[in-house]
């Protein structure tokens, strides 16, 4: 799919430059984006070293554990199926609240670890459980503290306020996974229905 | 208010962390300088993958297709008072996540970081994820040949997270 687009944007682009005449400003654009491109991984380096040193920290001092501590009982609901000791459930807390710092390297691992052990749950099937669909739901809606990567790039073009966006970012966040998790309740009980 | 809260929220994370972090012995410093460095090797290996979206996207706009595009869908979306601008970035957040953050890059660039378009992308790439990406990794790790519904639930959710961003950035930022 990312090879479709990032061709198609680029080819497009051209061929429609040579009907629009502005040949000139795509040639331009071409190394002048590149070096914009570089510039701005340069700023990245500085937030994300910033950010993943500080996280660490947290990581080590345990209060990533602690934030699963708060919410498990929250998820013991959101995820029936799964036993409240069962070890799926501690990966899933912890994938979450590595996602709810930012950690997103450290929570696809955990997330991985976490499909496994539904995985088992399910008589090892090939077919999605339900908590499995929970599960992807909320980590599509992403629930974020720090946007840290859009947070550089407005430094890096001279916000004058570049942490402005995380109150808007939190509350959408916050609606996106209510969302998620409302239609994936609607869709397990109409298949409920169905099947009886 | 709330634009207030965002300034706190981070300087407020940072003295919890560290503060517990002394509290619980971790050698914060070290710890810190560790953890750095994997954020070195994050950025270091984004570039390629940034470099090559944002080069494809500058193309297509400095050819004028996007403007063409944009001005296209305009009266429908004026309707509904949603700026144009933001549907490539609405249309491929799903999809891609580099695609997304190039484009997020490029309207942040061309209508400014503290533009009402600039906070809409910025919020709209932190608030969700790349349904596509986040579907193929866990279910392709573990062997999951039936989906179920996890598609259409997780595109329906992008979908009322792209609503939610609108909604939240017109009442926060208004414009």
Same mark, same amino acid.
């Not at chain 1, 660490?56 to 934030?67: H, P, S, V």
């Not at chain 1, 709810?100 to 008589?123: Q, R, S, V, Y």
């Not at chain 2, 549907?87 to 309207?107: E, F, Q």
């Not at chain 2, 329906?156 to 609108?166: E, K, M, P, R």
């Given at each position: 799919?990312?090879?479709?687009?990032?061709?198609?944007?680029?080819?497009?682009?051209?061929?429609?430059?040579?009907?629009?005449?502005?040949?000139?400003?795509?040639?331009?654009?071409?190394?002048?984006?590149?070096?914009?491109?570089?510039?701005?991984?340069?700023?990245?380096?500085?937030?994300?070293?910033?950010?993943?040193?500080?996280?660490?920290?947290?990581?080590?001092?345990?209060?990533?554990?602690?934030?699963?501590?708060?919410?498990?009982?929250?998820?013991?609901?959101?995820?029936?199926?799964?036993?409240?000791?069962?070890?799926?459930?501690?990966?899933?807390?912890?994938?979450?609240?590595?996602?709810?710092?930012?950690?997103?390297?450290?929570?696809?691992?955990?997330?991985?670890?976490?499909?496994?052990?539904?995985?088992?749950?399910?008589?090892?099937?090939?077919?999605?459980?339900?908590?499995?669909?929970?599960?992807?739901?909320?980590?599509?809606?992403?629930?974020?503290?720090?946007?840290?990567?859009?947070?550089?790039?407005?430094?890096?073009?001279?916000?004058?306020?570049?942490?402005?966006?995380?109150?808007?970012?939190?509350?959408?966040?916050?609606?996106?996974?209510?969302?998620?998790?409302?239609?994936?309740?609607?869709?397990?009980?109409?298949?409920?229905?169905?099947?009886? | 208010?709330?634009?207030?809260?965002?300034?706190?929220?981070?300087?407020?994370?940072?003295?919890?962390?560290?503060?517990?972090?002394?509290?619980?012995?971790?050698?914060?410093?070290?710890?810190?300088?560790?953890?750095?460095?994997?954020?070195?090797?994050?950025?270091?290996?984004?570039?390629?993958?940034?470099?090559?979206?944002? /080069?494809?996207?500058?193309? $297509?706009? +400095?050819? &004028?297709?996007?403007?063409?595009?944009?001005? @296209?869908?305009?009266?429908? =979306?004026?309707?509904?008072?949603?700026?144009?601008?933001?549907?490539?970035?609405?249309?491929?957040?799903?999809?891609?996540?580099?695609?997304?953050?190039?484009?997020?890059?490029?309207?942040?660039?061309?209508?400014?970081?503290?533009?009402?378009?600039?906070?809409?992308?910025?919020?709209?790439?932190?608030?969700?994820?790349?349904?596509?990406? /986040?579907?193929?990794?866990? $279910?392709? +790790?573990? &062997?999951?040949?039936?989906?179920?519904?996890? @598609?259409?639930?997780?595109? =329906?959710?992008?979908?009322?997270?792209?609503?939610?961003?609108?909604?939240?950035?017109?009442?926060?930022?208004?414009?």
């Amino acid at each position: 799919m990312v090879n479709i687009i990032w061709v198609a944007l680029a080819a497009i682009g051209i061929i429609y430059a040579f009907f629009n005449g502005t040949i000139e400003e795509v040639n331009e654009v071409i190394f002048s984006s590149a070096q914009d491109a570089v510039a701005l991984t340069i700023s990245l380096v500085s937030v994300l070293v910033f950010w993943l040193g500080l996280m660490r920290i947290a990581e080590k001092a345990g209060l990533l554990d602690k934030l699963a501590y708060v919410f498990r009982p929250i998820f013991t609901r959101l995820f029936p199926e799964i036993p409240a000791n069962h070890p799926a459930m501690g990966y899933i807390l912890s994938n979450f609240s590595a996602n709810l710092f930012g950690l997103g390297n450290a929570a696809t691992p955990l997330g991985i670890k976490a499909m496994h052990e539904m995985k088992k749950l399910n008589n090892d099937s090939i077919e999605a459980s339900r908590s499995m669909i929970t599960f992807l739901a909320l980590n599509t809606s992403s629930v974020t503290l720090v946007p840290t990567t859009i947070i550089a790039i407005r430094m890096q073009y001279d916000s004058m306020a570049p942490t402005e966006i995380v109150s808007s970012t939190i509350i959408a966040t916050f609606i996106s996974t209510i969302g998620a998790i409302l239609i994936d309740r609607y869709f397990h009980y109409q298949r409920q229905r169905r099947l009886i | 208010m709330l634009v207030h809260i965002s300034n706190w929220i981070i300087p407020l994370i940072i003295l919890t962390v560290l503060l517990y972090g002394t509290f619980k012995k971790v050698p914060t410093y070290e710890t810190f300088v560790e953890g750095g460095k994997e954020g070195v090797k994050m950025a270091v290996s984004l570039l390629p993958f940034l470099l090559g979206m944002i /080069v494809s996207i500058s193309i $297509f706009r +400095a050819s &004028g297709a996007l403007d063409a595009f944009v001005n @296209l869908i305009d009266p429908v =979306l004026s309707i509904f008072n949603i700026p144009s601008e933001i549907v490539p970035l609405a249309v491929t957040r799903p999809i891609s996540g580099t695609a997304s953050l190039s484009i997020a890059t490029d309207l942040i660039k061309t209508e400014g970081p503290d533009s009402f378009v600039g906070q809409l992308a910025s919020t709209m790439q932190g608030s969700t994820d790349t349904t596509l990406y /986040v579907l193929t990794v866990y $279910f392709g +790790a573990v &062997g999951i040949k039936k989906m179920g519904n996890a @598609l259409k639930v997780g595109l =329906l959710a992008d979908f009322v997270g792209i609503i939610a961003s609108l909604f939240v950035c017109y009442l926060i930022f208004g414009s």
